[in-house]
């Protein structure tokens, strides 16, 4: 499991009865998630003092209660700068998780030894975009909502990379990688974080299940001659992280070469506990080297 254990600004400080209890910061959130389902004594002392808590509805979605929590704040993870917020749906902005990711990242490109071109799909605020800029690559990160670039345009200015080169586009992710395709533009290296459902700009239904192959097959079409390396993140439970194997080796490493290492993430537990938090597939062009 690749576990995002290094940061300080954020903790998850215990897990029962399909919830966590985490610290933001100075702040303490209750959310729920899926993966626990274990019915352990909640010991914790800020289960009972917690700044806000987000509780499911039966008839769909949910609503923050007890909230105590300014409108946004920050949070640090090494030189990075999030802005977080509380959100429908649960989340805040940022997925802590992520950084297991970001810190490989940010390894490949420094360790590159020259210039390097990021394509960050389905870019959300930006955490991956931030990384790979920091390390320093030129980046184009990709998302259809117009409020999420934003987001993140405020993390890069929070970050010090407001003159950092970034293209902020918003735009349907496929239409967007088949411009690119057609004025020939190629990148060194591919992030993709698609959601397991959503739908397009003209309502068709997007289902990961039934359109990832296709998608990767497309975005595979814009990778450089060189290229460093392709990550996908999936959330989706139903798949194991060997699907996204399976995929990045049958599109990618057939052309390439290479090799392809997929695994879940994980977030520490104060308890010792790994909580599991989705999949991720790495593709490197670089030869696998012995542990």
């Given at each position: 499991?690749?576990?995002?254990?290094?940061?300080?600004?954020?903790?998850?400080?215990?897990?029962?009865?399909?919830?966590?209890?985490?610290?933001?910061?100075?702040?303490?959130?209750?959310?729920?998630?899926?993966?626990?389902i274990?019915?352990?004594?909640?010991?914790?002392?800020?289960?009972?003092?917690?700044?806000?808590?987000?509780?499911?509805?039966?008839?769909?979605?949910?609503?923050?209660?007890?909230?105590?929590?300014?409108?946004?704040?920050?949070?640090?993870?090494?030189?990075?700068?999030?802005?977080?917020?509380?959100?429908?749906?649960?989340?805040?902005?940022?997925?802590?998780?992520?950084?297991?990711?970001?810190?490989?990242?940010?390894?490949?490109?420094?360790?590159?030894?020259?210039?390097v071109?990021?394509?960050?799909?389905?870019?959300?605020?930006?955490?991956?975009?931030?990384a790979?800029?920091?390390?320093?690559?030129?980046?184009?990160?990709?998302?259809?909502?117009?409020?999420?670039?934003?987001?993140?345009?405020?993390?890069?200015?929070?970050?010090?990379?407001?003159?950092?080169?970034?293209?902020?586009?918003?735009?349907?992710?496929?239409?967007?990688?088949?411009?690119?395709?057609?004025?020939?533009?190629?990148?060194?290296?591919?992030?993709?974080?698609?959601?397991?459902?959503?739908?397009?700009?003209?309502?068709?239904?997007?289902?990961?299940?039934?359109?990832l192959?296709?998608?990767?097959?497309?975005?595979?079409?814009?990778?450089?001659?060189?290229p460093?390396?392709?990550?996908?993140?999936?959330?989706?439970?139903?798949?194991?992280?060997?699907?996204?194997?399976?995929?990045?080796?049958?599109?990618?490493?057939?052309?390439?070469?290479?090799?392809?290492?997929?695994?879940?993430?994980?977030?520490?537990?104060?308890?010792?506990?790994?909580?599991?938090?989705?999949?991720?597939?790495?593709?490197?062009?670089s030869?696998?080297?012995?542990?």
């Open positions: 499991m690749w576990i995002a254990k290094h940061w300080k600004d954020y903790e998850v400080l215990d897990t029962s009865d399909g919830e966590k209890l985490e610290r933001w910061g100075k702040y303490f959130l209750v959310r729920p998630d899926p993966q626990i274990w019915n352990t004594p909640k010991k914790h002392p800020k289960w009972r003092s917690f700044d806000a808590r987000y509780a499911r509805s039966s008839t769909g979605g949910g609503q923050w209660s007890q909230h105590r929590l300014p409108e946004r704040w920050q949070i640090r993870y090494n030189e990075l700068t999030f802005n977080v917020k509380p959100m429908n749906f649960k989340h805040t902005g940022v997925f802590p998780e992520q950084a297991a990711n970001w810190d490989f990242i940010a390894e490949q490109i420094r360790n590159a030894g020259r210039p071109s990021v394509l960050n799909l389905f870019a959300y605020t930006g955490g991956a975009t931030l790979a800029a920091k390390a320093g690559a030129s980046v184009c990160h990709v998302d259809a909502a117009k409020g999420m670039v934003a987001w993140a345009r405020e993390n890069a200015a929070a970050s010090g990379l407001s003159e950092a080169p970034i293209r902020w586009i918003i735009d349907d992710c496929a239409k967007f990688v088949e411009r690119e395709i057609k004025r020939g533009r190629r990148y060194d290296a591919i992030i993709m974080d698609p959601p397991s459902y959503g739908r397009g700009p003209s309502g068709e239904i997007w289902k990961l299940e039934k359109d192959f296709p998608f990767l097959q497309l975005v595979a079409g814009v990778l450089s001659d060189d460093l390396f392709f990550i996908i993140n999936s959330y989706t439970t139903g798949l194991a992280p060997s699907v996204l194997t399976c995929l990045l080796d049958s599109i990618v490493t057939p052309r390439y070469g290479g090799h392809t290492e997929s695994d879940e993430l994980g977030l520490p537990v104060s308890s010792g506990l790994i909580l599991p938090c989705g999949a991720a597939g790495r593709w490197v062009r030869e696998r080297t012995e542990k």
